[in-house]
């Protein structure tokens, strides 16, 4: 499976506490496998207590880049969090930039006590599409709750990011990662959590 | 995956800045590893003290930067190689032992000795952005600085040697988007250590007689300076007669070289990266400035390279007097925050009359039509269930009550929260590690001149024992009028629940005397009182007595981290929900509008309070804050 853009760029973000690193973690390890170069840059520290967070992911098959993508400079966003996509878009879009985004708002502080207003959802929803070449929208989390842990949204997402096929991993590619990665009592459940998140974006198209 | 001890040698594995240091250590053959933590140098201990047990190098939190390097140093005077890591801050609290034993040398029997430093441009963790590079400069200790991951690793093992080879230890200087920034690096072996630990008391490493050991940092310095013209650590890419020079360090040289490809420039513009960053390997420096006219420096975050380049320039005959330097004096790239990839790409667009644009002028305008529409900040915030905000809820009604305009003292943690944008702003003066003691002992004087205003420094439990004891002995013996409200969660929560001399177990997990606060402060002679911080009524009319008497009182507030809690327990505690039927709504608001727990929100339809389910760890200590009894709990099943 070959890139279409060297290096290829891919945003992942969401709100601190949601898994934002799990999964570059996850994507990184099988790029790396594949023989990929891979760089990841990640927001750490304080913002994640309640911040936004996001991670930057760069792929390329020729050399290895630095950790951050330039503004303007993104093919795929993956959002934990509709707000925080539109962040992304503000930061990173572009005519050609793809999202996948877990519409399941979360909302600040400054909303919960009442003092900003969580923008419109329509609005929202609309303003992402019409910033993006190509969309998903999906509630993960939603369907983490189904399965009894809304904690499985990010993998969730991650299921849905590889049904894209945005970047040169497969199924098996994560899957075999899972395994590797989470403690055995856990593989299962993450498993079942990438399979939803898989079908669910190929439902859509 | 592999631990950081393992992987055969030549794969690739993914690594962290921070855990490629401390590869490299490993690789070097570290036997002792010691640290406080701090974002972002925290990973490189925390990595070591992961593998301690499977290679049995010894790996200790220690109660702060001074003591891990003190103790980092012994084992090299003894023949063993050991390494302290700190960020920015830490390394001031490091600097007067470290000024010392630069001139004091290792010793007879030396091993090497390498101190890592973490700078956090853009102050994403940190209340400063300094840099540290200048220490290096003023106090003539060799630096050096890589510029990813795999060289981090590289360079690491290097120092080492170079340690022992100077008999001095050796600086590493990394900031925060490399040491957080995960890349390829190819694993080298682990060698096998004999380790026999002597030593030789035929000397007395000491500085003493000062100026003796001032003309010897100077002709180490000297060596040094010979061997980095030759290090293949600096590196130069480009035509053999480019145009412009870009000179680099740390992570601006990846930004430097994508600046080149994505302007396709690699004709006219050659990267000159340098690794040794002090002393400055100025012959090569010389050299390849004689082959230009122009040149970008790009480095985080002084101009620091910027200065001593102009020097350089300044000093060779070879280079041309109208030779053109460009950088952070020129206003080419900013004196502040982090550097970015884009900042670079528009400085050498600029120097080249080339428009850069990061996309098309009209998504741009989308773009911001929509931030302006529809964009708002998500402040960072403590966790729900989290004991500070009751602390600081009990502490705000305290100073209420009391009425006298007294104010808090701020220190390093979770709860300096409170001063950020989404904070309570209950803080009124917050600098660095225990200073919110410190500065308490001083306003604690005030009475004397006047003042009647009471002031409660608070402090968390790991900063009390990093740095605020000595304020707090010195309020007690020069008899200051104050409250230390000691924030126990036991642990180190804010960068990733640390273990510290109050804690049970030390860095290797292994289980370890705790040093009791509430015995300690005692034995010191001041009045301590231990209470619950959900205790709300409790802990406020505690702490508003406390207020009212004279001399040094200590108020320990005792409460685990709710991330540990969690961790521990995987359960919630109560089922909390709001009773409609009792919640005042807009006329009282308190909830969320004062105590703001992200686990309750406001309904706007409703205009009343709710249970923000998916968030609320169900800690229950809303229901006491709720002046209408209309949060309710009951026992989780
Ligand atoms: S990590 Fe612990 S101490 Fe820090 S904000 Fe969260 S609950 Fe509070
Ligand atoms: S019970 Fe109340 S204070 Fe505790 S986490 Fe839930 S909403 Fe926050």
């Known amino acids: 499976m070959a890139i279409r853009e060297d290096p290829l760029n891919l945003v992942i973000s969401g709100v601190g506490g949601q898994g934002n690193i799990l999964l570059s973690r996850l994507i990184g390890q099988s790029l790396m496998n594949k023989g990929y170069f891979v760089a990841i840059g990640e927001t750490l520290g304080v913002a994640q207590r309640g911040g936004a967070v996001m991670s930057n992911v760069r792929i390329s098959a020729k050399m290895p880049f630095g950790p951050l993508i330039p503004e303007g400079k993104a093919h795929v966003i993956l959002s934990l969090e509709p707000l925080e996509t539109l962040r992304m878009l503000i930061r990173y879009g572009n005519p050609k930039v793809i999202t996948i985004t877990n519409f399941h708002p979360l909302f600040p502080v400054s909303v919960l006590s009442g003092k900003d207003r969580y923008p419109n959802y329509e609005a929202l929803r609309q303003a992402i599409t019409e910033l993006s070449a190509l969309v998903w929208f999906l509630d993960a989390t939603d369907m983490g709750l189904k399965l009894g842990m809304p904690i499985v949204a990010n993998v969730i997402m991650l299921g849905a990011l590889i049904a894209s096929s945005q970047l040169p991993l497969t199924r098996k590619d994560l899957e075999d990662e899972m395994r590797d990665t989470f403690p055995s009592e856990r593989i299962e459940l993450n498993l079942k959590a990438f399979e939803i998140g898989f079908k669910a974006l190929r439902s859509q198209n | 995956m592999p631990s950081l001890a393992q992987g055969s040698p030549g794969s690739p594995q993914l690594f962290m800045g921070n855990k490629a240091i401390a590869r490299g250590a490993l690789e070097a053959g570290v036997q002792f590893a010691a640290g406080y933590p701090g974002t972002p140098s925290s990973e490189v201990v925390e990595s070591l003290a992961q593998v301690a047990k499977e290679t049995g190098i010894y790996v200790e939190w220690s109660t702060n930067e001074k003591v891990a390097t003190e103790a980092a140093a012994a084992v090299s005077f003894s023949g ?120 030789d008391t035929s000397q007395c490493i000491s500085p003493y007689l000062a100026r003796l050991h001032h003309i010897s940092v100077l002709e180490r310095l000297a060596k040094v300076q010979e061997t980095f013209e030759r290090s293949s650590f600096n590196w130069y890419q480009g035509p053999e007669n480019p145009e412009l020079i870009i000179i680099c360090s740390g992570v601006g040289s990846s930004y430097a070289v994508e600046a080149v490809e994505s302007l396709n420039l690699g004709k006219s513009v050659g990267v000159l990266k340098l690794g040794t960053l002090w002393p400055i390997p100025k012959g090569l420096v010389a050299k390849h400035l004689a082959k230009t006219s122009r040149v970008l420096i790009v480095e985080e975050v002084d101009p620091f390279l910027e200065t001593f380049v102009k020097k350089t320039a300044f000093e060779s005959a070879k280079v041309s007097k109208s030779l053109k330097i460009y ?179 030390d860095a290797m997990e292994n289980a370890a005397p705790t040093i009791d606060a509430a015995k300690f402060c005692r034995s010191l002679g001041c009045k301590v009182v231990v209470t619950d911080p959900f205790d709300i009524k409790g802990t406020t009319d505690t702490l508003l007595q406390l207020m009212k008497e004279d001399g040094v009182k200590v108020l320990i507030m005792q409460r685990k981290c709710e991330l540990v809690r969690m961790r521990e327990e995987r359960r919630y505690p109560y089922k909390v929900w709001v009773d409609v039927e009792k919640c005042r709504g807009e006329k009282c608001g308190f909830c969320t509008k004062s105590f703001r727990c992200p686990g309750l929100l406001w309904d706007i339809e409703t205009g009343k309070a709710q249970i923000n389910e998916a968030v609320c760890c169900g800690c229950g200590v809303c229901v006491d804050i709720c002046p209408f009894g209309a949060i309710v709990r009951e026992e989780a099943a």
């Not at chain 2, 030396?110 to 994403?124: I, N, R, S, T």
């Not at chain 2, 670079?344 to 080249?352: D, E, G, I, M, Y």
């Open chain 2, 327 to 505: 950088g952070k004096d020129s206003g080419h790239l900013p004196k502040v925050g982090e550097l970015k990839p884009d900042t670079v790409l528009k400085a050498l667009a600029t120097l080249f009359q080339m428009e850069y644009l990061a996309r098309e002028a009209d998504y741009e305008q989308r773009a911001n039509d929509a931030a302006a529409k529809l964009l708002i900040d998500r402040g960072v915030t403590l966790c729900p269930g989290c004991p500070h905000r009751a602390s600081f809820w009990s502490i705000k009604k305290a100073l209420q009550k009391d009425g006298r305009d007294g104010f808090l003292t701020g220190d390093i943690g979770c709860y300096t929260l409170d001063v950020f944008p989404a904070g309570d702003k209950l803080t009124k003066a917050l600098h660095a590690m225990g200073s919110g003691v410190g500065l308490a002992t001083g306003f604690g004087h005030l009475d004397r001149f006047g003042s009647e205003q009471p002031v409660i420094a608070v402090c968390g439990d790991s900063t009390f024992y990093h740095a605020a004891i000595p304020a707090l002995l010195n309020a007690i013996h020069n008899k200051s009028n104050m409250v230390m409200v000691l924030l126990d969660n036991r642990t180190t929560a804010m960068t990733g629940f640390q273990s510290h001399p109050g804690t049970a177990f």
């Open chain 2, 80 to 199: 063993l190689r050991a390494l302290a890591a700190m960020k920015t801050a830490g390394l001031n609290v490091a600097l007067d032992f470290l000024v010392h034993l630069n001139y004091s040398g290792l010793g007879k029997n030396g091993a090497g000795l390498v101190v890592v430093v973490c700078d956090d441009p853009e102050g994403h963790s940190s209340g400063d952005e300094a840099d540290s590079r200048w220490v290096a400069s003023s106090e003539g200790i060799p630096l050096l600085e890589p510029g990813s991951p795999q060289e981090a690793k590289e360079i690491t093992k290097w120092a080492f040697e170079l340690s022992e080879e100077f008999n001095g230890f050796f600086l590493i200087r990394s900031s925060t988007r490399l040491s957080l920034s995960t890349s390829l690096v190819t694993l080298g072996k682990l060698p096998h250590v004999e380790k026999k630990a002597h030593f």
